[in-house]
């Protein structure tokens, strides 16, 4: 799969330039020709890398970057800047904000695309994503939940996962398993992209597990949305003699024929109150619980909500 690179720039003959060029390379290419848009496209489209410029009207560079890295949703996106002033202070200020890199123009497209690969190698190994989706995986995911529960913050986690995966693996081979994944990530990110907030985090812990981490008052609003969109979608991932059966066979390794509803996504949701949890691996444990009772209540997806009162 091509990496979608955002490309942020109020000139519209770099952003053509630049276009034409990485799609050339083998990029998947977004435009944006302002900082508000590129805010609203990083959002909606969640891109591997986004190409910023600095002096733009409306929103300049700056603000984006320090928008994309506050927010939970885009924070792991990693950001190359793009400027015409040259003065060491301006790169220093981007750099502070969080940016990875930064080019001054006028810039050789070949260098570009050079420190493109090189930011997103770079990112992927010290930031810890996921290379099928590019969310944050276990070690970012971990980090996250301890820095919110170990300050007190009021949160609701989501843990999320495929029922009878497996026997879709099995029937269509791991490639197609992939594309189940990747639905669900898409799922998971369009819903928390139209009803989360700057705070709310997403990660892949890994295979076909998922998190979410919001307010409390948006997590069972959150999950149900979830499984509405994943659901709407799951047709999809079938070849048609099987999307017209409603369901798949497949054999056991004892050569038995074993009749498989499509797949549903299970979702268990834990919220903290004060005091409720000292630790945030007992949160995890909690919600993997929840999981794993949602798995049990039927076919379809389901979400399973911790009430028990703690002190």
Do not use: W
């Amino acid at each position: 799969m091509s990496a979608l690179v955002l490309i942020v720039d109020d000139d519209p003959d770099i952003r053509d330039i630049v276009e034409i060029n990485l799609q050339s390379a083998g990029f998947d290419v977004a435009t944006a020709a302002d900082g508000e848009r590129g805010l609203e496209q990083a959002l909606r489209l969640r891109p591997e890398l986004v190409l910023l410029d600095l002096m733009m009207p409306r929103i300049d560079g700056y603000e984006v970057c320090r928008r994309l890295r506050t927010d939970a949703r885009t924070s792991h996106i990693p950001i190359i800047m793009l400027t015409a002033r040259a003065q060491p202070s301006d790169r220093v200020s981007g750099l502070e904000l969080g940016a990875d890199d930064y080019l001054t123009k006028p810039f050789d497209v070949d260098e570009l695309i050079a420190r493109i690969h090189a930011t997103l190698r770079r990112v992927r190994d010290t930031r810890s994503v996921s290379p099928l989706t590019g969310l944050p995986g276990n070690v970012r995911i971990e980090r996250e939940l301890a820095q919110r529960v170990n300050s007190g913050e009021q949160i609701a986690l989501l843990y999320a996962d495929l029922n009878r995966f497996k026997p879709f693996n099995d029937r269509y081979g791991f490639l197609r398993g992939d594309e189940a994944i990747g639905t669900l990530a898409d799922a998971v990110c369009d819903v928390v992209a139209s009803l989360g907030d700057e705070t709310t985090f997403v990660g892949h812990v890994g295979g076909d597990d998922f998190v979410i981490i919001t307010r409390p008052e948006a997590g069972e609003t959150i999950g149900r949305a979830l499984i509405e969109r994943f659901d709407a979608r799951v047709p999809e991932l079938y070849d048609p003699a099987d999307r017209e059966a409603g369901f798949i066979e497949v054999r056991d390794r004892q050569g038995r024929l074993h009749r498989y509803p499509f797949v549903s996504v299970a979702i268990g949701m834990v919220t903290t109150t004060p005091g409720a949890f000292s630790d945030h691996r007992q949160l995890a444990e909690v919600a993997a619980e929840m999981k794993n009772y949602a798995k049990r209540l039927g076919d379809g997806s389901n979400l399973a909500v911790d009430r028990r009162s703690r002190p």
